[in-house]
């Protein structure tokens, strides 16, 4: 008998349960096309409203009780504004986004992967024409690293205050982040014909991204790492970028990129600018993995935040919440063939849309609210 699934829903703040509404009507026309073996649960926290209600962001057990799920979406946690609301309330986001923190270092989603691939349709911000052929994978340690929120403040709030944050990596993280790299790079050049971008003849590239020059102690672990594995890897090219130099090629040559591995802060910021590569925020989705253990539900989220200066103003940008969703049914589908035929037909949906939105003529004009969007999308994936 095929298993039930269940997915965990949670909406967040701000922009999170305007996209999200968007992405559950998505799923029950899913679950009902498709048949799919597949119930989900929404959850009213984490959120600024629950830590409104509770003092805190999601009940005590929140992690163990996701833990149970078989995968789980996120909006987004923050600042939930807009800036002119009346019952306004926001709080660090050091505690609005400890729970999502929390989820990826408990559940151990220790590879964050950002697929950046641009498509017809999409808004193009350079001008060369090879930058519509972008198409790569940004892998993103998720477990340490800079966001290990190690250490503190000495005299705070003094002129002699003393701010120290301490950066964490381990060889053992190191080596499963790269070695995750070096396989998905040869799964994704089995998938598709060499770029012909590429410099040379083989099909799969990893670039490695450190700051080696200025932070040599965990730089040069991760190099000696990646020239290590490299050795059982001899089909992937190989490539080193220190992070702000591979910020100016990103923006150049975009396209001579396939998989890049990074830090988790430097994974953090490059995935914002190949968020915009491929037309901005509302189109790039992501996803927490634990690659090593298929029991432990990963979590998947669009790779924006809550955009409080748009939040609430019917004009965020749902595509990357359902592209998100789409890959959930992806990572889903080895239980069953059903959620990868859904996954397809999502994707397609959303490109399909993407495309027509490229054609600006006044009678093809598509409305962009959140709402619109949506209705648009609906009718699309019940046909
Ligand atoms: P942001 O990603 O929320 O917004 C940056 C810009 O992109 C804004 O101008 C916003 O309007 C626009 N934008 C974002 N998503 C969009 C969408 N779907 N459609 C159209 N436009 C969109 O980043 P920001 O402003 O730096 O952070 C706002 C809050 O979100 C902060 O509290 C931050 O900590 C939090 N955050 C949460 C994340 C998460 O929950 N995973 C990730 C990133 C930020
Ligand atoms: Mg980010």
Not at 82 to 101: E, T, W
């Amino acid at each position: 008998m095929t298993k039930r699934l269940n997915i965990a829903l949670l909406p967040g703040d701000g922009i999170g349960p305007e996209v999200m509404a968007v992405a559950e009507h998505a799923l029950t026309l899913l679950i009902d096309r498709f048949q799919l073996p597949l119930t989900y649960t929404s959850f009213p926290w984490p959120s600024h409203a629950w830590h409104q209600q509770h003092g805190h962001m999601m009940p005590e057990d929140g992690v163990k009780q996701l833990r149970s799920f078989d995968a789980i979406i996120l909006g987004a946690l923050g600042d939930p504004g807009p800036l002119d609301a009346p019952d306004r309330f926001v709080l660090p986001d050091s505690i609005s986004l400890s729970p999502l923190l929390a989820l990826r270092k408990q559940l151990d989603l220790w590879a964050c992967e950002r697929p950046a691939r641009w498509q017809p349709g999409a808004p193009q911000y350079l001008s060369d024409p090879r930058a519509n052929d972008v198409d790569m994978l940004v892998i993103r340690e998720n477990s340490e690293g800079e966001y290990s929120n190690q250490g503190g403040r000495l005299r705070a709030g003094t002129p002699h205050e003393v701010a120290t944050q301490v950066e964490v990596f381990t060889a053992s993280a190191t080596e499963r982040l790269i070695r995750h790299a070096f396989e998905r790079a040869r799964q994704r050049a089995k998938q598709r014909p060499i770029p012909r971008h590429f410099k040379d003849e083989k099909s799969a590239q990893v670039c490695l991204i450190t700051k080696r020059n200025a932070q040599p102690f965990w730089g040069d672990l991760y190099t000696e790492t990646f020239l290590r594995l490299a050795r059982e890897y001899p089909d992937v090219d190989t490539h080193h970028e220190l992070v702000d130099a591979a910020c100016m090629k990103f923006v150049q040559c975009p396209w001579r990129f396939d998989v890049v591995v990074a830090s988790n802060l430097h994974g953090d910021i490059l995935t914002d600018l190949a968020a915009v590569l491929c037309g901005g925020p509302g189109l790039a989705p992501s996803a927490n993995l634990n690659p090593e253990d298929g029991s432990i539900p990963a979590l998947f989220e669009p790779v924006h935040g809550s955009a409080p200066d748009i939040a609430g103003k019917n004009l965020a940008d749902p595509r990357a919440t359902l592209l998100s969703l789409a890959m959930t049914l992806e990572w889903l589908a080895h239980h069953h063939p059903a959620l990868g035929n859904a996954a397809q037909h999502l994707h397609d949906t959303v490109n399909a849309d993407l495309a027509k939105e490229g054609d600006t003529s006044p009678q093809h004009r598509q409305e962009k609210g959140t709402l619109e969007t949506g209705q648009r999308l609906y009718a699309l994936l019940a046909q």
